[in-house]
Nanobody
Framework: QVQLVESGGGLVQAGGSLRLSCAAS????????MAWFRQAPGKEREFVAA????????YYADFVKGRFTISRDNAKNTVYLQMNSLKPEDTAVYYC????????????????WGKGTLVTVSS
């Protein structure tokens, strides 16, 4: 049974930082591109960042470039999202996602989703 378990969300002031983690189990982690998506209240889920199975390629949404960094530790079956210079508009539930054989998972093709972790940025 595949599980993706996110952690690290919470309440932070604008300008602060958080580090999200996603621990994967039940799959061959090195065969999966991994991604983070987010969904704010009343809005559609959107892509945030992705990383290829080797970690050699990373992809970011324009609105997080220069502020967020995605990384992975294949020895620990874990993907991370370091979020710096957080803004109130970054408030959302952040979801971890995995897609086999695709370096940049898309919403419509993701194989597995985590249950999400809430990030709240106060002004």
């Amino acid at each position: 049974q595949v599980q993706l378990v996110e952690s690290g969300g919470g309440l932070v002031q604008a300008g602060g930082s958080l580090r999200l983690s996603c621990a994967a189990s039940g799959l061959t982690f090195t065969l999966y591109g991994m991604a983070w998506f987010r969904q704010a209240p009343g809005k559609e889920r959107e892509f945030v960042a992705a990383i290829s199975w080797s970690g050699g390629s990373t992809y970011y949404a324009d609105f997080v470039k220069g502020r967020f960094t995605i990384s992975r530790d294949n020895a620990k079956n874990t993907v991370y999202l370091q979020m710096n210079s957080l803004k109130p508009e970054d408030t959302a539930v952040y979801y971890c996602a995995a897609e086999k054989y695709r370096a940049r998972p898309t919403i419509s093709t993701v194989d597995y989703w985590g249950k999400g972790t809430l990030v709240t940025v106060s002004s």
